[in-house]
């Protein structure tokens, strides 16, 4: 027999026991002839169609008590006040600005339309939505007619219980009895990655249901919560999600995978004006300790430390001596007998806890203290240069409708004074200069005339800010005169860290702020 013979005898055999072997398996269930399985196992399909019910549960479940607002304000002679017109803050991305101010007509000289949402809570008639939705551009006067429209196409003349501009919340009551309701949860609870739905009326297109997760909490929307420091006692504790939000879903539930709601649907981040993957809620928790004020007082008292505040960043911990970088950082105080003042808080102390319990940002500040009533007292914990510090304060009620004024022009600067080591040139000021920005006498400090790109202090000092003390190192000290500034720097190396005091000239309030800047990095 030849070896070619034998080669394919060889062949033929190991073939015939390769088919054997598989068909031998299939019958003993060890794999199944045929092509390459496409569909997912069993076991995978299940978890999935168990999400879909739950999905579709909640859906029938909550939609019911989600309903349409309308709005209508008659035209008003004039133009808009500059308080209403300041709403929306310069450079604003146009999706959030148009977002906001979608029921904002400037110059109002025809009638005022718009749209939103909102969800019953309870049985007799009380609905939770945002305060955008039923007031006009001044977030303040509330329309002239407010319409409620629901699943069931009932439709309603609701009234206007109450609203809180601090927090974006409204409370609107419908007459009758057995309405449908939403549960509330708790958003203290939720966390980042869980499913949530939106549920509103986006772009006239009612009860539309929307799917996503939370993508952040104690997210902050500070130029649009507090444009141009007009509303300094917003909310900077927003849930962040990717379920598609859009212009109409203002007010509108945010709903857990239980079916509970942890949320009003309030913002969008965008440039087009539409969802882009990112909308904002407020939390419900504190929408729920609003609406329980409206209905009982019929107005929000707002708890207040009585100052003004910053997350931490690299520079205010070292300075503070904050091992981690957390905190909230004391940047000033609006009046000189505020209760933080008056308990021995100091700007560039950087607040640790309060009422014992960690503060790790501004919008944990604010959830601790918003859960309090003005009156209270909290301890709070600071770090100031090194040393921790204890404080009691007594609670006071913000004054939230107090106007903030702004200055019409900020005066032109030029030249000065170079500091390498904080990347700036500064100049004094003026006589000119301090009258046109209404300065106190004597006037102090040095103005900042030009700022390096990319130097220690860019993005921390803009031109016109003014210079007007050292608060670390020690010992604190005025400054009056680029020479008082120098004769500071020129004993840190690089690498240490200088804090200033430092106020805008286009501010009218010269309300100051702290800036701590590395030197030389």
């Known amino acids: 027999m030849s070896i070619g013979t034998q080669r394919a005898r060889l062949f033929v055999a190991a073939t015939t026991a390769f ?74 991305p146009p999706g959030m600005e148009d977002f906001f101010r979608q029921f904002d007509i400037p110059q109002q000289s025809r009638p005022m339309r718009g749209q ?67 549960s509330l949860g708790n958003d203290g609870t939720a966390r980042i990655g869980e499913w949530v739905l939106a549920i509103g009326n986006p772009l006239g297109l009612e009860n539309t249901v929307t799917a996503g ?22 909310i900077s504790d927003l849930i962040q999600t990717d379920a598609a939000i859009n212009p109409g879903n203002s007010g509108g539930p945010l709903v857990n995978s239980r079916g509970e709601v942890i949320g009003i649907n ?11 993957g990112y909308g904002f809620a407020i939390p419900v928790t504190l929408a729920k300790r609003v609406m329980d004020q409206i209905i009982a007082n019929g107005r929000v008292r707002v708890p207040a430390l009585g100052i003004g505040i910053d997350d931490v960043s690299p520079e205010d911990a070292a300075v503070a001596g904050v091992k981690d970088i957390r905190g909230v950082l004391v940047r000033n105080f609006p009046s000189d007998d505020t209760p933080a003042k008056k308990a021995g ?67 032109a600067s030029t030249g000065g004074t170079i500091h390498p080591a904080l990347g700036i040139a500064v100049a004094p000021v003026s006589a000119e200069m301090a009258a046109q920005a209404r300065m106190p006498t004597p006037v102090r400090g040095v103005m900042v005339s030009d700022v390096t790109p990319g130097g220690p202090a860019d993005e921390k000092l803009t031109q016109n800010d003014v210079i007007t003390e050292i608060l670390y190192p020690l010992p604190r000290r005025p400054i009056n005169s680029p020479t008082d500034l120098q004769s500071v720097l020129k004993g840190l190396k690089n690498g240490e860290y200088i804090s200033l005091s430092v106020f805008n000239l ?11 800047i590395q030197v030389g990095r």
């Open 266 to 276: 309030s913002a969008i981040a965008s440039p087009t004006g539409y969802n882009a």
């Open 506 to 516: 286009a501010d009218r309030s010269h309300a100051p702020r702290i800036v701590n």
């Open 19 to 92: 088919i054997g072997g598989l068909i031998i398996a299939s019958g003993l269930n060890w794999t199944k002839l045929g092509f390459a399985q496409t569909r997912p196992a069993a076991a995978v399909v299940q978890p999935i169609a168990e999400a879909s019910n739950a999905f579709v549960a909640i859906a029938n479940n909550v939609t019911p008590a989600v309903v349409s607002i309308e709005v209508f304000s008659a035209p008003r002679t004039g133009s808009t006040s500059n308080r209403g017109r300041a709403q929306t803050p310069q450079g604003a």
């Open 345 to 411: 808080l100091q700007p560039g102390d950087v607040i640790i806890t309060a009422d014992g319990q960690p503060v790790d940002r501004v919008s944990t500040l604010q959830r601790i203290v918003r859960n309090h009533n003005p009156g209270e007292t909290i301890e709070i914990e600071a770090m100031r240069y090194g040393q921790r510090k204890t404080f009691s304060v007594k609670l006071m009620e913000a004054q939230t409708d107090a106007e903030v004024a702004s200055s019409n022009s900020t005066p």
């Open 116 to 182: 939103g949402s909102g969800f019953i809570v309870t049985s007799n008639g009380y609905i939770l939505t945002n305060n955008h939705v039923v007031t006009n551009s001044d977030r303040e006067t509330i329309a002239d007619k407010v319409t409620v429209r629901m699943l069931d196409h009932r439709v309603f003349t609701a009234k206007v219980v109450g609203h809180d501009r601090t927090t974006d919340v409204a409370v609107i009551k419908i007459d009758g009895s057995n309405f449908p309701t939403v």
């Open 213 to 234: 997760i939370i993508s952040a909490k104690g997210r902050s929307l500070s130029d649009l919560m507090n444009p141009n420091g007009t509303n300094q006692y917003a």
